[in-house]
């Protein structure tokens, strides 16, 4: 079984920069990425960025330039450090993985989600 486990949310002013984290634990025969989204009261949860198994990232438009997701050593932990934080940016952060199996010739993937870290900027 794999589990997801965030962290490092809290408080921050706007302009402020937060570094949260994302733990991965369990067999994982291959991860495909890892995703962080987030979803603020009220709202659609909003995908935010994305990084590849051969590390390629991926950001939402709304803050390609200000975040950055990557990989941590040990290389499961995932981080997305996040500067110029505005008001708008206040949400529950998630956590996703998309882990393949394989048995023989045949393939299936798995969809794992973390419980969430609340990130609030405000002043």
């Known amino acids: 079984q794999v589990q997801l486990a965030e962290s490092g949310g809290g408080l921050v002013q706007p302009g402020g920069s937060l570094n949260i984290s994302c733990t991965v634990s369990?067999?994982?025969?291959?991860?495909?990425?890892i995703d962080w989204y987030r979803q603020a009261p009220g709202n659609r949860r909003e995908w935010v960025a994305r990084?590849?198994?051969?590390?390629?990232?991926m950001y939402a438009t709304s803050v390609k330039g200000r975040f950055t997701i990557s990989r941590g050593n040990p290389e499961n932990t995932v981080y997305l450090q996040m500067n110029s934080l505005k008001p708008e940016d206040t949400a529950v952060y998630l956590c996703?993985?998309?882990?393949?199996?394989?048995?023989?010739?045949?393939?299936?993937?798995?969809?794992?989600w973390g419980q969430g870290t609340q990130v609030t900027v405000s002043s």
């Open positions: 996703f993985a998309e882990v393949i199996y394989s048995q023989g010739e045949e393939e299936w993937e798995s969809e794992y």
């Open positions: 990084l590849l198994n051969d590390g390629t990232k």
């Open positions: 369990g067999t994982i025969p291959r991860m495909d990425h």
